[in-house]
């Protein structure tokens, strides 16, 4: 992509965009800030919000039409809001009524405004609240035009006479305008209402700018067939066109003053709740039913991604801001502007989630994996958000790689392919669900290895495919098997990045067949926890839901398998860019249902059990019996454990007996558990400690601490320095303490 075409993925977002009720006002009220404060019982602010727009509140309240009503969301669901009582409202019940006085220098042109009814009257308001000289002519003996024959005239005048009453203007009532060459005026607007004299110019208006054939003259109002509400907006559109014009001498008006977006249909997707009309037969409402009335209004307004996006919320931004500043990142100016997105752009976790909520399918996802392939293609995105991970991913790939082939190559129907997490969290669920699959297909295949998304996250494609390019290798090794996936996020992967292969989830596989369950547990729910990589997968998320009633589990669900599944704080490699946030995630989720969860990604069960959250896998159910509170393994067991697998292949081993321990290291270290977690949570692994603290001893490079008889001493591996303090007793070494960050140190 071009790093100026962010802008397209939020093109469609129309949060903040103009509600129907706002689009369908002639004097384009905002309606979202009105209602807003009448919510919060403030008629006196709501009272200011209304005459800003409207002028002259205490006569648009009883006259307006309300082209809103049609308008209104709710209207297809139960009932309009009754907005036009919400307005008489605050009328009635404002504090204060006192117009704005503003302090603005003097202008040395001079206005004439022809017609004293609704639009001349919002026309002069206008320009003499900006200062300029007005003078209105009114050939009858008092001001309000057409108003006289619905209203009162004590409402008309009392009303006039306190919106004029800030602002300094000529009213010369009984007067009549013969020709336009009677009047001394820099700019003229001609506003006599229906059937009213037009000078000969009524046929050459401008319908936009209200503009005519004659150099400074406007004309607008009844004149052009407005009602009276329109009219009053033909008034302040006029009086821009007027300033336009004095300033720079041009009759083409303000653009923003006539024209506006086409109204966004998606608002009428919006989820909406019925509630019943609060006020009835009132044509004053009590302060009580105006709140209650307001409160079911919609405030029409978009929110479904930032509702259920983490990242949005953590960050108060939306798919428009997001996107904005992507761009500003991605097009950085030295000394000028800085990479603003960097960590907002890592901390998603790519679930998807976004799209699938939007009522037009703004897709978030797609654009941070863009933003990140940019961001890496021209080595700017931070290489620590995504070290450990790609270290852990070339592991897996390396040390802990294995194609087990029982047939001979070229010779099996299946390969079961489980993911470099399953077997690092137990051995067991990658031996005993293998065995269980060799039961019936003795010539199932078995590669252990990564699908390489950490790469994918990264947004480092070109190592993404390399990794994809040896599976590839390795599947054609054993004939091209089907591919039996037994991780959520590989199944995702494969189906995006490896079509040619035929391919099933090991759930959906199992549940064609269903073993024996091994573990009978309670009669108390569980609830069923589908991880995000199993949204666009509905048989994968059905079929665990089969395997876990198939062995007597009673699911604590209401709606069953939903296609929002959420992220577990695990994915898009978010934890190193933003720990606080992928806390904040896991906590949200483990208190989502107050049951034991049963999940089908090993992250999600492992994560949510070292936050306390009792959790199984299927696989715990169905063939290792591991109890609900099984704590997870710790960073650095989790790659002894895939050694351990590899293990029990490499030295012909029973695949169904216990598992061997030990990763060959000869190197005695003892680690205090409370440091172990700590360890874990700043991502230092027991091999780097182990490396540091050999280099320290065969180079001499490290520090005594006389006082304790501590060594301290670092070394760099990769981009990260690891620092450790340690000592020794009859066993070998004793780590006190760890800790690495990003740095070089220039000796």
């Known amino acids: ?95 204060d009524t006192a117009p704005i006085q503003y302090n603005v220098p003097k202008k040395n042109f001079s206005i004439a405004v022809i017609g004293a009814g609704l639009s001349g009257l919002s026309c002069a308001l206008k320009l003499a609240s900006r200062n300029y000289r007005v003078i209105v002519y009114e050939t009858a003996g008092r001001p309000g035009g057409r108003l006289s024959a619905v209203l009162p005239p004590e409402i008309v005048l009392g009303e006039l006479e306190l919106q004029f009453a800030a602002v300094e203007y000529e009213l010369r009532l009984s007067t009549r305008i013969a020709s336009l060459d009677d009047v001394v005026a820099d700019a003229v607007y001609i ?47 006029a009086s821009h066109s007027i300033e336009k014009f004095l300033k720079v001498g041009a009759m083409d008006g303000m653009p923003e003053t006539f024209t506006q977006p086409a109204l966004h249909e998606a608002f009428y997707s919006l989820p909406v709740t019925r509630m019943p009309a609060a006020i009835h037969d009132a044509d004053t409402p009590s302060k009580e039913e105006a709140v209650a009335e307001s409160k079911r209004c919609l405030r029409c307004n978009c929110s479904e991604c930032r509702d259920n996006c983490e990242l949005m919320q953590h960050f108060l931004a939306y798919p428009t801001k997001i996107t904005a500043d992507i761009t500003s990142s991605l097009n950085v100016i030295e000394r000028l502007t800085e990479r603003v997105a960097q960590r907002l752009v890592n901390s998603c976790t790519l679930c998807g989630l976004c799209k699938k909520v939007c009522p037009v399918g703004v897709d978030m996802e ?58 690092a969290s137990d051995p067991a669920y990658v031996l005993k669900t293998y ?142 860019a933003n720990p606080e946030l992928a806390n904040a995630i896991v906590s ?34 169905l063939f290792t019996r591991n109890p609900s509170d099984r704590k997870p393994p710790s960073l650095s067991q989790r790659r002894a454990n895939r050694l351990i697998l590899k293990g029990h292949f490499a030295d012909n081993q029973d695949i169904a007996g216990p598992c061997r321990q030990g990763d060959g290291d000869d190197m005695r270290l003892t680690i205090a558990p409370e440091l172990v977690l700590k360890m874990d949570r700043e991502l230092i692994l027991e091999e780097d400690v182990k490396a540091t603290i050999r280099h320290c001893e065969e180079s001499g490079e490290k520090v005594l601490d006389t006082s304790t008889g501590l060594y301290s001493g670092h070394l760099r591996i990769g981009i990260i320095t690891y620092w450790v303090t340690y000592g020794s007793d009859a066993a070998g070494f004793v780590l006190h303490n760890a800790y690495a960050h990003r740095m070089a140190i220039d000796e």
């Not at 129309?14 to 009220?29: E, I, K, Q, V, Y």
């Not at 309606?31 to 919510?39: A, D, F, G, N």
């Not at 021209?378 to 995504?386: E, I, M, V």
């Not at 070339?394 to 001979?408: E, F, V, Y």
Request: charged residues 20%; proline residues 6%; hydrophobic residues 35%.
């Open 1 to 95: 992509m071009n790093t100026n075409d962010f802008s397209t993925f939020s093109a469609q977002c129309f949060r903040d965009r103009t509600p129907p009720c706002t689009h369908a006002c002639p004097l384009g009220l905002d309606v979202r800030s009105l209602i807003e404060k009448i919510q919060r019982g403030n008629f006196t602010s709501a009272y200011r919000v209304y005459r800003n727009h409207t002028l002259f509140p205490a006569i648009v309240s009883r006259i307006c039409p309300q082209p809103c009503k049609n308008a209104c969301v709710r209207r297809g669901h139960d009932e309009a809001v009754l907005l036009k009582m919400l307005e008489a409202a605050c009328v009635t019940l404002t504090k």
């Open 191 to 237: 506003a006599t209402g229906a059937n009213g004299a037009d000078f000969g110019l009524l046929a050459s208006v401008d319908a936009n700018a209200l503009g005519t054939a004659r150099n400074g003259v406007f004309l607008g109002g009844g004149l052009l067939g407005a009602d009276p509400v329109r009219s009053i907006e033909h008034g302040v559109r």
């Open 366 to 423: 797609r654009c941070i994996m863009e933003a990140r392939r940019l961001l890496h293609k021209n080595g700017s995105l931070p290489k620590a958000f995504h070290d450990f991970w790609l270290r852990d991913m070339d592991h897996a790939n390396s040390a802990g790689r294995l194609l087990h082939l029982p047939q001979g190559e070229g010779n099996s129907s299946l390969l079961f392919f489980p993911g470099c997490q399953l077997g």
């Open 435 to 576: 065995a269980s699959l060799c039961e019936k297909h003795p010539d199932t295949a078995l590669l252990l290895a990564c699908c390489g998304i950490p790469a994918e996250w990264d947004g480092d494609e070109e190592r993404r495919d390399s990794v994809l390019h040896s599976l590839r290798a390795d599947w054609a090794r054993a004939g091209s098997p089907r591919i039996i996936l037994g991780c959520p996020s590989c199944r995702k992967t494969f189906a995006r990045c490896f079509p040619e292969s035929d391919q099933v989830s090991l759930y959906e596989f199992l549940a064609g067949d269903c073993p024996e369950p091994a573990l009978q547990l309670a009669d108390e729910p569980v609830f069923i926890y589908d991880p995000c990589s199993s949204a666009e997968d509905p048989m994968m998320r059905q079929s665990v839901r089969l395997l876990a009633q198939k062995a007597g589990l009673r699911l604590a669900e209401e709606d069953g398998a939903s296609a929002h599944a959420r992220c577990c704080g695990f994915g898009g490699n978010i934890y190193a």
């Open 588 to 621: 949200r989720r483990i208190n989502a249902h107050p049951a034991e969860y049963i999940t089908y990604c090993t992250n999600c069960r492992d994560i949510f059990s070292s936050a306390g959250k009792p959790s199984r896998h299927i696989l715990d159910v």
